[in-house]
């Protein structure tokens, strides 16, 4: 698994600076292009799982799209593909909540050998419980303890695992849980029906599930908040459409668009392969930005955003973020950097990220001077200026790709910041770093 491993040599914190990126021929600022903003994640690894459950692993095997992939892209990959071909028992999945999560569906309903996933001591405090439960009840074969989460074995089902009725309180820490069950539905031995809560948290992504299902021939369909899906296959060649066009990764467009809202910096950034028609849910990024003074251009080829101001920026940001969870910290960030007060509510579901990302941000913004309040399910700021902070400032994103590619919006606004584990990022977003220096952001050792 070579591309899982780090391009830093050390976890040694690095100074973000910044040096403004004019053309020296015109003297001027261009239009600056990012040609390394990865693939979907939530997309790629559901359409793995769709070529495995398709008996299309050659698909998976042969799959040509490494330069726009991440770690945990790489992780599911890599994972289906010793879950199918070879005798592997140990099946590492790192620190990838969606690949565990999915892999233990997956292997709960196909595999012929006992199996034990390998990963982070966080991601095996991250909830899984409901997902194992309602597989249980499905018949899966899982060797499974709350007080030993790590030693959580999968092994063989003894008769093929059939449908029922999920509650929606499986869905109500993670998403996922309902995807993970989605996935392997077609091909349990009677219908699967999942109630959805009509405050589902996430939705978008149960919605991406269900398109990418549907898009791959299997018998599904939703009626007064339930999902059925039915017996049935996931047709290859539909499957080998998906692979072989894969959508840009929405969330990761949120830090150039932050990085554009910020008046110091580049105003105009250009992404290639990023489309209207998106499946997935943080395409409303395009029009949450507008509300930062970031507009959004559609082109055959990408997009372009540019900075055209807005003078209703000082007023308060008032959302419901749970349906768009992983946009918290850019959006939190990118309010801190302007001085524009916020109150995000119902993202109580970020305590079980990669890292707590409550208090991950609420640290980093402690260091940076700033006094947040999180209370309830609402994370908010009154918009108190930030108390003068001496350098250096050290950001430990206690390895959490999102607290440290979010950090960089202040890169533009204050020097002396240094980030420890920059390499952190790789896990979304591989080549982060190049990109970043595209609008000027460098890391030194120094």
């Not at 599911?76 to 999560?101: F, N, Q």
């Not at 997956?106 to 309602?134: H, N, V, W």
């Not at 939190?332 to 409550?358: H, Q, V, W």
Request: charged residues 25%; hydrophobic residues 35%; proline residues 7%.
């Amino acid at each position: 698994m070579n591309r899982i491993s780090s391009q830093f040599d050390s976890p040694s914190p690095k100074r973000l600076c910044y040096t403004s990126p004019i053309d020296p021929r015109t003297g001027r600022l261009e239009t600056v292009r990012l040609e390394h903003v990865p693939y979907s994640k939530s997309y790629m690894i559901r359409v793995f799982a769709l070529a495995f459950l398709s008996g299309s692993s050659d698909l998976i095997e042969v799959w040509r799209g490494e330069s726009k992939s991440c770690q945990d892209i790489d992780y599911m990959r890599e994972a289906l593909l010793a879950l199918g071909d070879t005798d592997a028992k140990h099946i590492p999945v790192g620190s990838a909540g969606a690949v565990w999560r999915f892999l233990t569906a997956i292997a709960a309903l196909s595999t012929d050998r006992p199996i034990l996933f390998k990963g982070t001591s966080r991601l095996f405090a991250r909830p899984i419980d409901p997902l194992i439960e309602s597989l249980q009840l499905l018949g899966a074969n899982i060797d499974f303890d709350t007080t030993r989460v790590e030693q959580t074995t999968i092994f063989p089902p003894t008769s093929r695992l059939h449908g029922g009725e999920i509650a929606s309180e499986v869905g109500e820490n993670s998403s996922q849980f309902l995807s993970a069950l989605m996935l392997i539905a077609p091909y349990l031995s009677s219908p699967l029906k999942i109630h959805i809560h009509k405050d589902q948290r996430s939705k978008p992504y149960i919605n991406l599930t269900y398109s990418l299902i549907e898009k791959a021939g299997a018998k599904i369909s939703e009626e007064r908040g339930v999902i059925t899906i039915e017996p049935s296959q996931y047709d290859r060649a539909k499957v080998e459409q998906l692979l072989l066009h894969p959508e840009t990764d929405w969330t990761a467009v949120s830090y150039p668009m932050g990085w554009c809202a910020i008046p110091e910096a580049p105003q105009s950034i250009f992404i290639p392969n990023c489309y209207r028609e998106s499946l997935q849910g943080d395409i409303v990024l395009s029009k949450v930005m507008e509300s930062f003074g970031v507009r959004t251009r559609f082109f055959p080829t990408g997009i372009l955003i540019e900075r055209v101001g807005n003078d209703k920026i000082d007023r308060l940001y008032d959302q419901d973020l749970s349906d768009n969870i992983d946009l918290v910290p850019t959006l939190f960030t990118t309010c801190l950097a302007l001085g524009r007060p916020f109150r995000f509510r119902r993202i109580g579901a970020l305590r079980y990220k990669e890292s707590d990302r409550i208090s991950s941000l609420i640290e980093m913004a402690n260091r940076l001077g700033y006094q947040v309040i999180f209370e309830g399910e609402e994370l908010r700021w009154d918009g108190t200026p930030p108390s003068p902070m001496n350098s250096p400032i050290t950001i430990n994103p206690h390895e959490d790709h999102r607290i440290a590619m979010a950090l960089t919006v202040f890169t533009f606004k204050k020097e002396g910041i240094y980030l420890e584990d920059p390499s952190v990022v790789e896990k979304s977003y591989t080549h982060f770093w190049e990109d970043a220096k595209s609008v000027g952001i460098t890391l030194v050792d120094n």
